[in-house]
């Protein structure tokens, strides 16, 4: 993949129209669209991942969907971990307002994996904690969210301990984990901890909340003349042309306690404001939600008659809903299925475009940091399966006398003769890169010492036998090679490409010393542990 520079500039373009969520789509989009032409696939993955969290915010789940799921395939290999942790938080958000919890609970689980892993701080790490606390509480787990709030608000408090309204959302979240434990004494603890602190909250439907949630542990409390004067502060500041569903679910089960309660003034009040909730907000849910808590006002009050009307609207609703979380789930599986084709899609460009960036022109052989991410590669599962990594240094003879008797022409020509010698060594489990100069280096896994041997001894005799004349060469006046090479067990002093590329290097400079045309095998203590004195053991071939 590309580097982050263009990543950057796609950041810039998501905050030059922060305020403008329209204008930031269509750019979002566009960036999309050029970065599939010019096939930078990380620049892609980052607008992709930032269009997530555009259509999160306008609530298009559908879109917030299919870009999280774009973002992932082309971030997860990249070092963009920040941005692999939001495209997954966005993922969760997707999932969960589906109602698809156990699925979310998996997104916000990884991204918190990713942050851990690359320590990553701030507003990130603070969101992941809150996601996982989000997904616990909806699973019903209240002990773990709780475990992560508070995290969560630690964290808070020592990196931006100003940003009270954040403070107050986790809190009485907080604080409603310790309710439905029946903690109710504890909750209200957690509510006093923060009351002095509501006059530096700018946001009113949260202010609003506080005292919902209050007023419910009253209730619960049985402390009823507590729970009344916390719904009369709500009243005082409920947002008119603004409808958070959270503030409304708490309103819901405030309502319960008053119809209950036969308190039929504020009863009137929250079906005021439900039926002001209804004339704003059409979706079925939504329309769902607020005639159900209309029908229980009528039923408690003994209007019976217009509670069945309401009723009535709740079941052709339902009906409604059905139909269109079918009519969804359709289109969902289409488009999931068109996404899923165009990801495999892109994987192939993106593996075509790693492999081309991978090698080194003149020879086709990997370059030296393909070199290391496949090394990486081979060590971790040899490790896994206790078999052994090799390595193979190849070094030809006396190519600098070479190229000044035949010239640079030429000396390319053998650079790519050794190179095809390689090459037809190579496996799943052996693959060459060209080092640098005339060196070259094979890397393998779980290969006996006499397979390794077998590889340098077929290398060596192709050039021998191929007969390519160097007179400088005093092994014939033909071209030849230096050998060295090693096959270790992955230890802590042998868990690196370096440590056992050191290894090759040794035996190789021993075959030089030893008059070149050789190959030699570097062994460490008995029986090839990696202990003990270092024994040069020369390969004929």
Not at 155 to 182: Q, S
Not at 335 to 348: A, G, H, K, V
Not at 394 to 408: A, L, M, S
Request: net charge neutral.
């Amino acid at each position: 993949m590309k580097n982050s520079r263009s990543v950057a500039a796609v950041i810039k373009i998501n905050k030059t129209y922060a305020d403008d969520i329209d204008k930031r789509i269509r750019e979002l989009k566009k960036c999309v669209k050029e970065c599939r032409k010019s096939e930078d696939f990380l620049a892609m993955g980052a607008a992709h991942c930032l269009l997530a969290q555009a259509y999160s915010e306008v609530e298009d789940l559908h879109n917030v969907l299919i870009n999280s799921i774009k973002a992932i395939t082309l971030l997860k290999d990249s070092n963009e971990h920040e941005l692999l942790a939001e495209s997954y938080f966005a993922l969760g958000h997707a999932y969960t307002y589906q109602g698809n919890y156990q699925t979310a609970l998996v997104c916000d689980e990884r991204a918190y994996g990713i942050v851990k892993r690359h320590r990553i701080k701030g507003p990130t790490r603070i969101m992941a904690l809150n996601n996982l606390s989000v997904s616990y509480h909806v699973m019903e787990e209240p002990k773990k969210s709780i475990r992560y709030l508070n995290e969560c608000i630690d964290l808070l408090k020592k990196e931006d301990g100003e940003n009270y309204t954040d403070l107050l959302m986790y809190t009485i979240n907080l604080a409603g984990c310790h309710k439905d434990l029946g903690e109710f004494d504890r909750a209200e603890e957690i509510f006093d901890s923060v009351s002095g602190q509501l006059q530096n909250v700018t946001f009113t439907p949260l202010v609003c909340d506080y005292y919902l949630r209050r007023a419910i542990v009253s209730y619960l409390k049985k402390d009823n003349k507590a729970g009344n004067g916390y719904i009369d502060s709500a009243f005082k500041i409920f947002p008119e042309n603004l409808f958070p569903m959270p503030l409304y679910d708490d309103l819901c089960e405030v309502a319960r306690f008053i119809t209950g309660a036969k308190d039929r003034k504020r009863s009137e009040r929250i079906y005021g404001i439900m039926t002001v909730y209804a004339e704003n907000n059409p979706g079925t849910l939504e329309q769902i939600f607020a005639n159900s808590m209309i029908a229980n006002y009528y039923k408690d009050f003994g209007e019976y008659e217009l509670a069945t009307e309401y009723f009535s609207k709740c079941e052709e609703l339902n009906k409604r809903q059905i139909n269109e979380i079918k009519e969804a789930q359709m289109k969902l599986q289409n488009t999931i299925r068109n996404t899923e084709t165009e990801i495999r899609r892109l994987n192939r460009k993106m593996r075509a475009s790693e492999e081309l960036a991978s090698v080194e022109p003149l020879t086709g052989l990997m370059n030296r940091s393909a070199l290391l991410r496949v090394s990486l590669e081979f060590i971790e599962s040899a490790a896994r399966r206790r078999q052994k990594v090799g390595a193979i240094f190849i070094d030809i003879d006396c190519f600098k006398e070479c190229n000044d008797t035949y010239g640079h022409a030429r000396g390319d020509e053998i650079i790519k003769e050794v190179a095809l010698a390689c090459r037809k060594q190579e496996t799943k489990d052996v693959r060459f890169a060209r080092y640098g100069g005339d060196e070259f280096f094979g890397i393998t896994r779980g290969l006996t010492d006499d397979e390794l041997c077998d590889i340098a001894r077929r290398i060596c005799r192709n050039i021998r036998n191929a007969g390519i004349p160097n007179e400088k060469n005093p092994n014939g006046g033909i071209l030849t090679l230096s050998v060295g090479i090693v096959n270790v067990a992955i230890t802590d002093k042998t868990d690196t490409i370096l440590e056992i590329a050191n290894y090759a290097d040794k035996a190789v400079y021993h075959a030089k010393n030893a008059g070149r045309n050789a190959i030699y095998e570097l062994l460490h203590g008995e029986n090839g542990k990696n202990d003990g004195e270092a024994q040069y053991i020369k390969i004929e071939f």
